[in-house]
């Protein structure tokens, strides 16, 4: 028998204790409704390490906000990775969004429940933004990609069909929203190749 000891995992530091802390309460809750005191007892550490690590409350809610983005832009790069067409690319992302919001504990957009406070401050609101027009981004660069007439509105119905999902599947519980959302995708990107018979025969080329 071995019995030899297993090195044990480094310990989180205070500020991935609170950050960690930030993600479960500030989501599952609302960022105006978990106050430090709540924050600090579900993190296990001191008041004085949550000054320390992010100086006030606020700067802890934009290092959650940015945390969320960038794992949000890792998870979209990973399944677009899958994909070699623009077209396909969209399409994984709905294909994404549905999965993410079938999940137990979905309560929607991050970013668009932080930005409808009125009184956010400008950090969390520049946050919050920052995420909504890279999202906004990078529809309208595979739209573009994709050979559409007009790619910047093609990037913003198709972010209106993102939102329309993201708000269905929270507050309606619609767990096929989605991929309601992917279908009319699809609708709108099939009317590209018949106004673009050139990017359309790359299609089949790919194919």
């Given at each position: 028998m071995n019995t030899a000891k297993q090195p044990s995992l480094p310990r989180a530091t205070a500020r991935e204790r609170l950050l960690a802390a930030a993600d479960e309460l500030f989501y599952e809750n609302s960022i105006n409704t978990v106050g430090i005191d709540r924050i600090i007892e579900h993190a296990c550490v001191a008041k004085a390490s949550l000054y320390d690590c992010f100086g006030s409350k606020d700067e802890l809610v934009r290092s959650y906000l940015e945390a969320r983005y960038a794992a949000r832009q890792a998870r979209m790069d990973e399944r677009m990775s899958r994909y070699d067409t623009p077209q396909e690319k969209i399409l994984s992302i709905f294909e994404l969004l549905g999965e993410i919001a079938s999940q137990p504990g979905y309560r929607g957009c991050a970013f668009v429940r932080a930005r409808a406070d009125d009184h956010a401050s400008d950090k969390v609101k520049a946050a919050s933004d920052q995420s909504r027009l890279s999202l906004l981004d990078r529809f309208t660069s595979l739209a573009r990609e994709a050979g559409a007439a007009n790619p910047e509105q093609l990037g913003q119905q198709l972010q209106l069909l993102?939102?329309?999902a993201s708000v269905a599947g929270h507050l309606d519980r619609n767990h096929n929203a989605?991929?309601?959302a992917r279908e009319l995708a699809e609708q709108m990107l099939s009317s590209i190749g018949a106004k673009n018979p050139a990017?359309?025969?790359?299609?089949?080329?790919r194919s």
């Open positions: 993102y939102d329309g989605a991929s309601l990017q359309a025969k790359k299609r089949v080329a």
